[in-house]
């Protein structure tokens, strides 16, 4: 499976986003869908998760500021990003999970990042 970001960019603080992430196959049987990010010296945080029922759940840190969401029909997940401030500088990466047993081993697929910068 190959999930490609986009949305990425520069912009100042107070203002949006909208990253995207394209599967190459349908997103239907994903079990979960999560961006995550990471920024220079920091570990990587699970920003936002949506599961295949459709429940959300996000990180402290952004909520009320962002929102994830899919479009099946477009094979493609979003994250809204909405007063964006300068800590929310980070490669922000796709990730797609998919139970592969009763034990709950997951097999996961990874998109190669795309880089939000705030400027304050």
């Known amino acids: 499976v190959q999930l490609v970001e986009s949305g990425g960019g520069l912009v100042q603080a107070g203002g949006s986003l909208r990253l995207s992430c394209t599967s190459s196959?349908?997103?239907?049987?994903?079990?979960?869908m999560n961006w995550y990010r990471q920024a220079p010296g920091k570990q990587r945080e699970l920003v936002a998760c949506?599961?295949?029922?459709?429940?959300?759940d996000y990180a402290n840190s952004v909520k009320g500021r962002f929102t994830i969401s899919r479009d099946f029909a477009k094979n493609t997940l979003y994250l809204q990003m909405d007063s964006l401030k300068p800590e929310d500088t980070a490669g922000y990466y796709c990730?797609?999970?998919?139970?592969?047993?009763?034990?709950?081993?997951?097999?996961?697929?990874w998109g190669q990042g795309t880089q939000v910068t705030v400027s304050s």
């Open positions: 990730n797609a999970e998919t139970v592969i047993s009763v034990e709950g081993a997951k097999a996961e697929d």
């Open positions: 196959r349908s997103i239907f049987n994903f079990d979960s």
């Open positions: 949506i599961t295949s029922g459709g429940s959300t």
